[in-house]
């Protein structure tokens, strides 16, 4: 199994954090944003005696508003589309395991969600990457590209829309060009996205469960811990109508019994989260993106990609090996006692040294703090030596 990027250096971290340094986490996607209070109390307050299992494909109540909830995106269907996994880590691994055989084959546009890695890996199939470029801020690789890729082991086509790592949100005419690809060989589309409403600058998130003639090919991955800012709940599903698909993955289901009970009673009473909270989510990561972008622009020698949606950046630096130079931050670098923790970007690669002088920024806390982060990355560019 592959390290998670995100993750590995977090020892490094630990160690400075003893020794008295102040960090900034930029590495990981952990929002500061408050969890609804409504999904709080649904907590504090259910009169619950004996703390049971639920189905396997989760609470049929929860599901039935989560379909609702869905109806609100102009995405049509029924409870029977949708199981409820431990998180949207769960959600992809039975996907994995439902869609593809060993030594099967995924394409994915690279960089992409270092744990597609790890989820691939398990599931014993290979990745196979399309690379997507800074300089086009990561939109979709020509079509061609992944007709090039495609052979008789080739399951499906992975997408992160918005992405995680590149910010990017794809089109309808993108999802389109995909649509059509699928349809035409005979492969499964599944687009991973938990981070929906996480799009910005007025621009509208389009769903491949949204586009006709994909019933049998669409597999949608959703969850609820970025949208209510709830990652310790560990709720997430599987959306599809394509019915052989979800028979398989509740097999996987019913082999783990049931997603956790009481992070099902958050989740729904979420659901009931009010617009303006959501509102004010989006006006804070847009500004706090603004104000990253314009903060990195001022570096010389860093080039960034700008981010249309989720809360995540690349960021290109003047350095062979960001690896290398992540670490030095935790270990020998600080300002004032302050330092910074990034995720490298070559965990987000599955081509082997690509991606190796990029960063991944995620710009999950107050603009304040970004400026003072990006202040400490610009002054170790003056000082580092690769
Ligand atoms: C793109 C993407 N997919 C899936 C996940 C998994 O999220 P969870 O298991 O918390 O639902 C994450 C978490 O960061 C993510 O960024």
């Known amino acids: 199994m592959p390290q998670s990027p995100i993750r590995k250096l977090v020892p490094y971290a630990e160690d400075a954090a003893k020794k008295g340094k102040a960090i ?19 907590v504090k307050t259910h009169s619950l005696e004996v703390l049971a299992y639920t189905r396997s494909d989760g609470s049929e109540e929860y599901r039935k508003k989560i379909a609702n909830y869905y109806k609100k995106h102009n995405i049509n269907l029924t409870h029977n589309n949708i199981i409820v996994t431990t998180g949207g880590s769960e959600a992809l691994l039975f996907t994995f395991g439902s869609v593809m055989d060993t030594d099967d084959e995924i394409i994915i546009p690279e960089p992409f969600y270092a744990n597609y890695n790890g989820f691939s890996t398990a599931s014993g199939v290979k990745v196979v990457p399309v690379i997507s470029k800074i300089e086009d801020d990561f939109a979709l690789p020509p079509i061609e590209e992944f007709e090039k890729l495609i052979t008789p082991k080739t399951k ?22 995909l649509a059509d690809i699928v349809k035409k060989h005979n492969l499964f589309l599944i687009a991973d996205e938990v981070y929906r409403e996480f ?13 006709e003639g994909l019933e049998q090919h669409a597999i949608m991955i959703d969850s609820v811990s970025k949208r209510y800012s709830m990652c310790g709940a560990r709720i ?32 729904e009473a979420a659901l009931e989260t009010p617009q303006s909270y959501f509102d ?3 006006d804070e990561y847009e500004e706090r993106r603004n104000t990253l972008i314009a903060e990195l622009k001022k570096i010389e020698g860093v ?10 950046c690349i960021a ?38 690509v991606g190796l002088n990029q960063i991944r920024i995620a710009y999950v806390l107050k603009k304040e703090s970004l400026i003072k982060a990006v202040n400490i990355i610009k002054e170790a560019l003056k000082v580092y030596k690769d």
Request: net charge negative; charged share 15%; with cysteine.
């Open 24 to 42: 900034y986490y930029l590495n990981i996607g952990q929002p500061d944003i408050k969890t609804p209070q409504i999904a709080l109390d649904a």
């Open 156 to 177: 499906a086509i992975l997408i992160c829309n918005p992405g995680n790592p590149t910010g990017y949100l794809y089109s309808k005419e993108e999802i389109q060009k």
């Open 199 to 211: 799009a910005y600058d007025g621009n509208t998130h389009y769903s491949v469960m949204q586009e």
């Open 236 to 267: 997430g599903c599987i959306v599809s109508r394509n019915n052989e698909l979800m028979q398989t993955a509740l097999k996987f289901a019913q082999a783990r019994l049931s997603p956790p009970t009481l992070a099902q009673i958050a989740s």
């Open 280 to 282: 004010a989510v989006i």
């Open 303 to 312: 080039q960034v990609a700008i981010p249309k949606g989720a809360f995540y």
């Open 316 to 353: 290109q630096l003047p350095v062979k090996n960001s690896d290398a130079f992540a670490q030095w931050l935790l270990e020998h670098f600080d300002v004032d006692g302050e330092t910074v923790m990034v995720a490298p970007a070559g965990g987000f690669y599955s081509t082997p040294g």
